[in-house]
């Protein structure tokens, strides 16, 4: 008899968008005038930069020639991106990472899913409340969990990012009367709650992890928000993080490529974990042998295009882009706080994190059926994110300013 991995079945049984969609559609049908604008998803709505869109039609004519067709590429992805990324991404900063521990990929996504394959089974893991749900299905999944009670796995400890913390948990917030992590989450600019780490909060976490021999996973997917120069871009500007984290990067919102798809794994050289007997354990072969047996690659186009984001003009238009989302997020944060709301992110993030005192889900009808405005309540992404909705700043101005006059009327 066929068996299945029951480990799905204790997933979270309603995928928060599902949920959403779900509801939007029945809006929708009984209200089929209705213009609905959209702040819930967190997808881009502005094309690619004119850069890129070159770069990636230049790279069909490549491929469409005897002379420069590429076929398979280099698995860790070619050498043109994952130089220009260490320069610009790392280098520039003074951080550094080496070309050879950058690991191209088709998004953060995969990466984010991916690497727990690395760990064993018994690891403990830590992360934040609320929680961009990849981190804990993905573990959930791969059966690193204990019982759901009420939404949250025994296997995991959940890390409560609130107001009081400004939604940044420290080491000290981890919780004595359970296992000690192995793995830490971390995420900055913070999906959902738009929250930034300073330089010594995200110190700390190293330090911790050094001394405990544990890892950090870092995600770092909405890196190119930050406008803050004291702000930390990187876990590796960290001292010693070299030695105790893998960083993430997604080319998704920094330039518009969630329908392209790429991003890139950092996994420096030199990461240890360990085996069963102590004896120590290189991180990076192992990722480097887990992608080559299970992937095969960005395409040539996709990387060419990820490629013209580092060009001059490239690195001007996405940052452009950018810069119109954050307008949009000051703009929304704004008008929430004129309407009396304590509100969060924003500033460094394309998310606006808005107390909304009660239900979440409550506060999401509210606004779905008397301002025909979408968002995406809080309690979807954790317990701690019950009491607020998460606002996202990609759509057109037009949108983002009538949706702000519908919020007005509704609030
Ligand atoms: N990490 C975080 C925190 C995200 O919010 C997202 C996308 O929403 C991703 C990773 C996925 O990025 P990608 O599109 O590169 O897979």
Same mark, same amino acid.
């Given at each position: 008899m066929?068996?299945?991995n029951?480990?799905y079945?204790k &997933?979270q049984a309603?995928?928060?968008?599902t949920e959403i #969609?779900?509801r939007v =559609?029945? @809006?929708? +049908?009984?209200?089929?005038? *209705?213009k609905i604008?959209?702040?819930? &998803?967190?997808?881009?709505t502005?094309?690619l930069a004119? #850069?890129?869109?070159? =770069?990636? @039609?230049? +790279?069909?004519?490549?491929? *469409?020639?005897?002379?420069?067709?590429?076929?398979?590429?280099p698995e860790?992805?070619y050498?043109?991106l994952?130089?220009? =990324?260490?320069?610009a991404?790392?280098?520039a900063?003074?951080?550094d990472?080496?070309?050879?521990?950058?690991?191209?990929?088709?998004?953060?996504k995969?990466?984010c899913g991916n690497i727990?394959e690395l760990?064993a089974?018994d690891?403990a893991?830590a992360?934040?409340?609320?929680?961009?749900?990849v981190?804990?299905?993905?573990n959930?999944?791969?059966?690193r969990t204990g019982?759901?009670?009420?939404?949250?796995y025994s296997?995991?400890?959940y890390?409560?990012?609130?107001a009081?913390?400004?939604?940044?948990p420290?080491?000290?917030?981890?919780?004595?009367?359970?296992p000690?992590p192995?793995i830490?989450?971390?995420c900055?600019?913070?999906?959902p709650t738009?929250a930034v780490?300073?330089?010594?909060?995200l110190?700390?976490?190293?330090?911790?992890?050094?001394?405990?021999k544990?890892l950090?996973?870092?995600?770092a997917a909405y890196?190119a928000?930050?406008?803050d120069?004291a702000i930390?871009h990187s876990?590796y500007?960290?001292?010693?993080?070299?030695?105790?984290?893998i960083?993430f990067?997604?080319?998704?919102?920094t330039?518009?490529?969630?329908?392209i798809r790429?991003g890139?794994?950092?996994?420096?050289?030199?990461l240890?974990?360990?085996a069963?007997d102590g004896s120590?354990v290189?991180l990076r072969?192992?990722?480097?042998?887990r992608?080559?047996?299970?992937?095969?690659?960005a395409?040539?186009?996709?990387q060419?295009?990820?490629?013209?984001?580092y060009?001059k003009?490239?690195a001007e238009?996405?940052k452009a882009?950018?810069?119109f989302?954050?307008?949009?997020?000051?703009?929304?944060k704004n008008?929430?706080?004129d309407?009396?709301?304590?509100?969060a992110?924003?500033?460094?993030s394309?998310y606006?994190?808005?107390?909304v005192?009660?239900?979440s889900?409550?506060f999401?009808?509210?606004l779905?059926?008397?301002?025909?405005?979408?968002?995406?309540?809080?309690?979807?992404?954790g317990?701690?994110?019950?009491?607020?909705?998460?606002i996202?700043?990609?759509n057109?101005?037009?949108?983002?300013l009538?949706?702000?006059e519908?919020?007005?009327k509704?609030l």
């Open positions: 066929l068996h299945v029951e480990n079945s &997933i309603s995928y928060l968008f #969609a779900h =559609a029945a @809006h929708q +049908a009984a209200n089929p005038g *209705a604008i959209r702040l819930g &998803i967190g997808d881009v502005e094309p004119p #850069a890129v869109v070159e =770069a990636m @039609h230049k +790279a069909v004519d490549d491929e *469409a020639g005897r002379e420069h067709f590429h076929g398979y590429g860790q992805g050498a043109f994952r130089e220009k =990324a260490a320069e991404d790392f280098k900063r003074g951080v990472i080496q070309a050879d521990e950058i690991f191209i990929s088709d998004g953060a995969c990466d727990q760990f089974d690891v893991i992360v934040g409340d609320p929680v961009y749900p981190y804990v299905d993905t959930v999944m791969a059966g019982k759901n009670e009420g939404g949250r296997g995991l400890q890390l409560t990012c609130n009081a913390n400004g939604f940044v420290s080491p000290a917030s981890l919780d004595p009367a359970q000690k192995d830490v989450y971390l900055y600019p913070n999906n738009g780490a300073t330089l010594d909060q110190q700390e976490w190293v330090d911790w992890a050094r001394a405990n544990a950090i996973l870092f995600d890196e928000f930050i406008r120069p930390p876990i500007e960290c001292t010693g993080a070299r030695e105790c984290a960083e990067r997604s080319y998704s919102k330039a518009g490529f969630t329908g790429c890139y794994t950092v996994v420096p050289k030199g240890m974990a360990y069963a120590q290189e072969p192992m990722w480097t042998r992608q080559t047996t299970k992937f095969n690659g395409s040539y186009i996709t060419r295009g990820a490629e013209a984001i060009s003009d490239g238009q996405t882009t950018i810069d989302y954050l307008e949009n997020a000051k703009l929304v008008a929430l706080k309407l009396g709301y304590t509100v992110g924003g500033d460094n394309p606006i994190w808005v107390d005192k009660g239900s889900w409550d999401f009808d509210k779905l059926k008397e301002a025909n405005v979408v968002t995406t309540p809080g309690a979807g992404f317990r701690a994110g019950e009491g607020y909705i998460r996202s700043a990609f057109s101005r037009e949108n983002v009538e949706a702000i519908r919020l007005k509704t």
